[in-house]
Each structure stands twice: as structure tokens, then as C-alpha cells.
């Protein structure tokens, strides 16, 4: 099992600058970032956008893999955003690995101006999306029209320092989405389905596992190609209660067959609440354990 950490954007550089490093020096798999313009009831509060962020982390980090957790469509256009990608992969000597999803619903559904999509659009939007930036990295020179998106002679010269691309982590949980993890990811990430009990979302992670099993079936891919990543705490627990919470919720990911997990450093509140002596127990007592 392999065990990430989300670092939010939410602190100046001088506060989360030390949270990096250190999660590379406690041997975290990958760290992460979210992808937003403002995100639920920290909108108001300071908040820093996820790719000079990454930028930043890449520069005080020298081996942990580092991502979006997950780069949205309701603000990003493929044809920039494919620049930026290839910049970040550069920068960080090809420790990227670039999460996708098909844009929230909140502050950023609307902070430009127009409403959010109903969801069958979002979806739409979303493989509009993941073709176009899978087509600008993997290609030169790129004209493309869809419904959402456009690119007129597109360059990006000189690509990702990762072949043939950067690796996408694609969020999905419904048929359609879980299709394009099965074509362009080489991870899927989920959340869950929405639940106040635990067992109910476990419950709701179990039955994801098997609609992903299905769509690789659907595209003729081998199940074991594809690294599974599930958020520990979209679960109505966070993951660093405790260090025996935490180790109980890797042990449940790995039996529905999760590669991946994936925890938040902890806030002092509102979301993510908790406190770093746990983070710390956990890093030291707990991922040696979880690898063996």
C-alpha cells in the first residue's frame, strides 16, 4: 500500500514550505494539492492556487512524486493548462502525476460568471477535457473543436520530461467517467459516495471498486494496470483521529483492492481538524507497517 498526504493551499508559503519537506522526510508516497479558486466555507480565508504551489513544493523536494488532487475543468482551459502541466513536470524532474476531475459544483461552478452544468454536461465537459490535454501532451501541433473546448494550431514544444505524457489520477465514480479512467488513466481516484454513517460509505466504496473492475472490463484492460487511489477522508471520519483510525481505514482500502490511500495534513479546524502529533505517529509507526 502505497500512502499520500494532501497539503492544502490555504497557508502562506512560509508556513506550508516546512509541511513538504517534511512529508518527503517522513517517506510519504506522494503529496498533493487541491485545485481550486475557493473551496467551501474557506473561501474567505487565504487561499493559493495550486500550480505555483507545486512549483514551490518541487523546488524544497527532491524525490516525492507531487499532484493535483484534482485539476478542474470549471476554470482551466486544456490548451494553457497543458503549458502549465509541462512546466510543472519539468520543474519538478518528472514527479508529476496530474489528477483530473470534472469540476465541482461550489465557489467554483459560478465565480466567473456563469451557472453550473447539470451533471451529464459536467460529464461532457470532462471528456472534452481529459481528450484534449491527453492529445496537447502527447503531440506537437494540435487542432481540436468540441462543444467546451478549442485549440487553433496548439504547440507544446517540448512536452513532458515523463513519455508519452505526464500520468493522469482521474476522479470518477459514475459509468462514463469510470470509461475514461479505463482509456487515459494510469490511476482513478475516488471519494466515495456521500455518507453520515461509516459503514454506509464503505459500503459505497466497495461497490465503486467494482464498477472501475467493470469498465476495464469494458475496454479490455488488464485490472493491474491501473494504481487505485482512495481520499480516507471523504469518509465521515478523518483518517488521523487516531493512528489506529488511520491504520484500521488502510487495512479496509486494501481489501477492496486500493493501491493508494490518500490523508489530509491536519488543520487546527473546520475541515480536516486534527492534530500533527497523530500525523506524526502515524508517519513514524504507521506507514512502515502498512508497507510491509
Same mark, same amino acid.
Given at each position: 500500500?502505497?500512502?499520500?498526504?494532501?497539503?492544502l493551499?490555504?497557508?502562506?508559503?512560509s508556513?506550508?514550505?516546512?509541511?513538504?519537506?517534511?512529508?518527503?522526510?517522513?517517506?510519504?508516497?506522494?503529496?498533493?494539492t487541491?485545485?481550486?479558486?475557493?473551496?467551501r466555507?474557506?473561501?474567505d480565508?487565504?487561499?493559493?492556487?495550486?500550480?505555483?504551489?507545486?512549483?514551490?513544493?518541487?523546488?524544497?523536494?527532491?524525490?516525492?512524486?507531487?499532484?493535483?488532487?484534482?485539476?478542474?475543468?470549471?476554470?482551466?482551459?486544456?490548451?494553457?493548462?497543458?503549458?502549465?502541466?509541462?512546466?510543472l513536470?519539468?520543474?519538478?524532474?518528472?514527479?508529476?502525476?496530474?489528477? =483530473?476531475?470534472?469540476?465541482?459544483?461550489?465557489? $467554483? %461552478?459560478?465565480?466567473?460568471g #456563469? *451557472?453550473?452544468?447539470?451533471?451529464?454536461? /459536467?460529464?461532457?465537459?470532462?471528456?472534452?477535457?481529459?481528450?484534449?490535454?491527453?492529445?496537447?501532451?502527447?503531440?506537437?501541433?494540435?487542432?481540436?473543436?468540441?462543444?467546451?473546448?478549442?485549440?487553433?494550431?496548439?504547440?507544446?514544444?517540448?512536452?513532458?520530461?515523463?513519455?508519452?505524457?505526464?500520468?493522469?489520477?482521474?476522479?470518477?465514480?459514475?459509468?462514463?467517467?469510470?470509461?475514461?479512467v479505463?482509456?487515459?488513466?494510469?490511476?482513478?481516484?475516488t471519494?466515495?459516495?456521500?455518507?453520515?454513517?461509516?459503514?454506509?460509505?464503505?459500503?459505497? =466504496?466497495?461497490?465503486?471498486?467494482?464498477?472501475? $473492475? %467493470?469498465?476495464?472490463?469494458? #475496454? *479490455?484492460?488488464?485490472?493491474?494496470?491501473? /494504481?487505485?487511489?482512495l481520499?480516507?477522508?471523504?469518509?465521515?471520519?478523518?483518517?488521523?483521529?487516531?493512528?489506529?483510525?488511520f491504520?484500521?481505514?488502510?487495512?479496509?482500502a486494501?481489501?477492496?483492492?486500493?493501491?493508494?490511500?490518500?490523508?489530509?495534513?491536519?488543520?487546527?479546524?473546520?475541515?480536516?481538524?486534527?492534530?500533527?502529533?497523530?500525523?506524526?505517529?502515524?508517519?513514524?509507526?504507521?506507514?512502515?507497517?502498512?508497507?510491509?
Open positions: 500500500m502505497r500512502v499520500g498526504i494532501v497539503i493551499p490555504d497557508e502562506p508559503w508556513v506550508t514550505s516546512r509541511r513538504w519537506r517534511q512529508a518527503e522526510e517522513w517517506g510519504f508516497d506522494h503529496a498533493w487541491y485545485d481550486h479558486l475557493g473551496w466555507d474557506l473561501v480565508g487565504p487561499w493559493f492556487d495550486a500550480v505555483p504551489t507545486l512549483a514551490a513544493a518541487a523546488s524544497v523536494t527532491s524525490r516525492i512524486p507531487l499532484g493535483t488532487l484534482v485539476a478542474s475543468p470549471n476554470f482551466r482551459h486544456p490548451v494553457h493548462f497543458a503549458r502549465e502541466v509541462t512546466a513536470d519539468d520543474i519538478s524532474a518528472g514527479r508529476l502525476l496530474l489528477g =483530473v476531475g470534472a469540476g465541482g459544483l461550489g465557489f $467554483d %461552478a459560478t465565480v466567473l #456563469a *451557472g453550473p452544468l447539470p451533471p451529464r454536461a /459536467r460529464v461532457d465537459r470532462y471528456a472534452e477535457f481529459v481528450e484534449l490535454l491527453d492529445l496537447l501532451l502527447r503531440t506537437d501541433r494540435v487542432t481540436w473543436q468540441g462543444r467546451y473546448f478549442q485549440a487553433v494550431d496548439a504547440r507544446s514544444t517540448p512536452g513532458c520530461r515523463q513519455r508519452p505524457r505526464v500520468p493522469f489520477v482521474l476522479a470518477a465514480n459514475g459509468p462514463r467517467s469510470l470509461d475514461l479505463a482509456r487515459y488513466g494510469a490511476g482513478w481516484v471519494t466515495g459516495t456521500v455518507f453520515d454513517d461509516l459503514a454506509a460509505w464503505w459500503a459505497s =466504496v466497495a461497490q465503486l471498486a467494482q464498477r472501475c $473492475d %467493470a469498465a476495464l472490463d469494458r #475496454a *479490455g484492460r488488464d485490472s493491474g494496470s491501473l /494504481r487505485r487511489y481520499s480516507l477522508d471523504s469518509a465521515p471520519v478523518f483518517s488521523l483521529t487516531s493512528a489506529d483510525v491504520a484500521d481505514a488502510v487495512g479496509r486494501a481489501a477492496l483492492g486500493f493501491t493508494d490511500v490518500i490523508t489530509h495534513w491536519p488543520r487546527r479546524s473546520s475541515w480536516y481538524a486534527g492534530d500533527e502529533r497523530v500525523l506524526a505517529e502515524v508517519a513514524t509507526d504507521v506507514l512502515p507497517q502498512v508497507r510491509a
